[in-house]
């Protein structure tokens, strides 16, 4: 017993280089687990990206770009649907809501999306949170547009201001559509998702924008047809990039995709978000891993930090280990002293690690919610992290013997001569 | 049990395959004596000190402390043995820098289990033994506030504790003035004759064999050496 209280009081007697040692131990470690928790927190944001659709449906293709153009807004439709299997699939017995989706131009790289009204109404990210504005309102005629919150604030764009839209989703867009500008009627409430870099507009907007276009080509002067002219009733809509559904229950979505997947007046295709997006996270998890080492070495770097402290103290404490000799105290009691003193720092650098993940995640969860969208749960310790500071306790003590071997050959080899 | 507390019998130490650094044919320390053992530097003083204190072993020879030979023992019984027959003052810087007077000198006693039972009521044994050298009102304190004679009685206080057979004193004296020297002294040989402690008091200072009823020189006990190498 007296070598642990020994070892103590020697750490205590050293408190500076002892603090700050346990310190680095709990900064790595909170680290450590920290990062495991933002790992996973940012796997379910990702998974939360779009909550609550059941099903996205488009022309048949890739299952993952289908995800990809609707939902992160990235790559483009090969193909579009007809607004005819859209408005079959809207009465369908089975189906609660849909939201139409009609992609294909940009405004200075943000892509523009047509949708309707449905969108404000049923989109639903993060366990089931809808879309709110921050300010005005939804678009209701054809040349009004809504802004995402990422795209106000990079353009320093506000309602009111007129802004003009570009043919196809290239960053250096060749088509403008000068000659119909847009209104911004509204601003949304940040989600941080890919909502947040988009415009939105009405499905009659997008149509109207397109409809002196012939055959892909702008329109010649002549052919031009004026804003004043459309009217949003005289619109018909023919066309939609995507859709998405929600049904009234769960149990019918299998059978729904198939059902859409079968269709028989067009080749359509029906995804279940949570299943593509889980393919696609699998994909990009190398990245995953990659934090998971790098994590892995800062707790590396911290117990170092602990055994050059520890070696450090070695010599000056040649004196204190031949005094404890003259006592009687033998050579492998001055190595397991050494290995006490390892195990404390460990011991409480971790707990201190533990309380701090803990504290920056209180005051964190918030603001990463608000800024990343990563929305990281307050729960007690995992088995998995319980095993992973086991480890941490294990791999310090087996560097804990490297100065411990040290202190025990000095010992032996200085027997009861002081040096100092 | 005889009344040697010490006998060293034909024994010689040298570091592997070097130059022979011990060989005494014959050394005896009775109990209850106070010896001064003269030894200058170069005499193998050191090397003598770490075999008596079983840290180091005898190539050749025995060496028994009351009568138990260290050639029959492991290295790690002659480490609890040190500690509970032998105590120790070193030149100076003997305490314990983390650990207050009181626990300085109680540490003996928790390393060694028959010296805390030797001790009695450990509190009140450092208080009479603090209370007679004059280091009560020390107690509390942190070792390294205190001056070079306060830690050697200190020390002392610390070898004495749990009455050992054979108080080790190496050049105690040596970094104290004359009238210290004197007075601490004086307080060991006192402390010693209350439980019959034997006392090896090794120096090269010969001012104060005087106070000493024997006189060894190191010098002519030790064959290995010659009395040039000994300055």
């Known amino acids: 017993m007296y070598v642990a209280s020994l070892a103590f009081k020697s750490l205590w007697n050293r408190r500076l280089a002892t603090i700050l040692t346990v310190l680095s131990i709990s900064f790595s470690v909170s680290l450590f687990l920290g990062i495991e928790r933002i790992r996973s927190g940012a796997h379910d944001g990702f998974a939360n990206t779009i909550s609550k659709t059941d099903l996205i449906v488009g022309a048949k293709g890739g299952t993952i770009q289908l995800l990809l153009y609707t939902v992160f807004r990235i790559g483009s439709a090969t193909d579009n649907m007809s607004y005819e299997s859209y408005q079959k699939l809207s009465e369908h017995p089975e189906v609660a809501w849909t939201i139409p989706y009609s992609l294909g131009d940009s405004h200075r790289g943000f892509r523009v999306v047509g949708t309707d009204n449905n969108f404000y109404k049923h989109y639903q990210y993060l366990r089931g949170r809808h879309i709110t504005f921050l300010h005005g309102r939804e678009p209701n005629n054809i040349f009004e547009v809504v802004l995402g919150e990422s795209v106000a604030k990079e353009l320093g764009y506000h309602v009111g201001d007129s802004i003009v839209l570009s043919h196809g989703v290239s960053d250096v867009a060749f088509q403008d559509h000068s000659d119909k500008p847009f209104t911004v009627v509204g601003v949304l409430k940040r989600t941080a998702t890919p909502i947040d870099r988009s415009l939105y507009i009405t499905l009659q907007g997008m149509e109207a924008i397109h409809m002196d276009w012939v055959d892909g080509a702008p329109p010649l002067e002549d052919g031009r047809i004026r804003p004043e002219e459309i009217k949003m009733d005289d619109i018909e809509i023919e066309q939609i990039t995507a859709m998405l559904l929600g049904t009234k229950s769960r149990i019918s979505v299998l059978q729904l995709q198939r059902d859409i997947n079968d269709y028989e007046n067009e080749p359509l295709m029906a995804i279940i978000p949570g299943v593509v997006l889980a393919e696609l996270w699998d994909g990009i998890s190398y990245a995953e891993n990659g934090l998971r080492v790098v994590s892995f070495f800062v707790v590396v770097v911290g117990l170092l930090g602990m055994l050059v402290a520890i070696y450090n103290s070695l010599n000056e404490r040649r004196r204190e280990m031949a005094i404890l000799r003259s006592l009687g105290v033998g050579a492998s009691v001055v190595f397991r002293l050494m290995l006490y003193e390892s195990m404390f720092l460990t011991c409480i650098g971790a707990l201190l690690g533990i309380v701090l993940m803990y504290i920056v995640l209180l005051i964190g969860q918030p603001l990463m919610e608000e800024f990343f969208g990563i929305f990281v749960p307050i729960r007690g310790m995992t088995l998995v992290e319980l095993m992973y500071l086991a480890a941490i306790l294990g791999f310090s003590m087996l560097l804990a013997v490297i100065p411990a071997i040290r202190a025990y050959r000095n010992t032996l080899y200085d027997g009861l001569t002081i040096r100092t | ?231």
């Open chain 2, 1 to 231: 049990m005889s009344d040697v507390v010490l006998a060293l019998n034909e024994v010689k130490f040298s570091y592997q395959n070097s130059t022979l650094l011990i060989d005494i044919p014959e050394f005896k320390v009775k109990a209850g004596e106070r010896l001064f053992l003269y030894g200058p530097s170069g005499c193998g003083k050191t090397t003598l000190l770490g075999l008596i204190s079983g840290i180091l072993e005898a190539n050749s020879g025995e060496i028994s402390v009351l009568d138990r030979s260290y050639a029959k023992m492991s290295s790690r019984s002659r480490d609890s043995f040190r500690g509970d027959t032998l105590g120790y003052i070193f030149q100076m810087f003997n305490l314990i820098p983390y650990l207050t007077v009181r626990e300085n000198i109680a540490l003996p006693c928790q390393i060694s289990r028959q010296r805390r039972q030797r001790a009695g009521n450990l509190n009140s044994t450092i208080d009479a033994l603090a209370q007679r050298l004059g280091i009560s009102d020390l107690l509390g304190r942190i070792v390294t506030e205190l001056s070079v004679g306060q830690q050697q009685r200190v020390a002392a206080a610390r070898a004495l504790i749990g009455d050992p057979a054979i108080i080790i004193a190496d050049e105690p004296t040596s970094a104290l003035d004359w009238d210290h020297r004197e007075t601490f002294l004086k307080l060991l040989f006192e402390e010693l004759d209350r439980y019959g402690g034997t006392l090896i008091f090794v120096s090269h200072d010969q001012s104060l064999k005087a106070m000493f009823p024997k006189v060894i020189s190191l010098v002519e006990l030790n064959n290995a050496v010659g009395e040039a190498s000994c300055t």
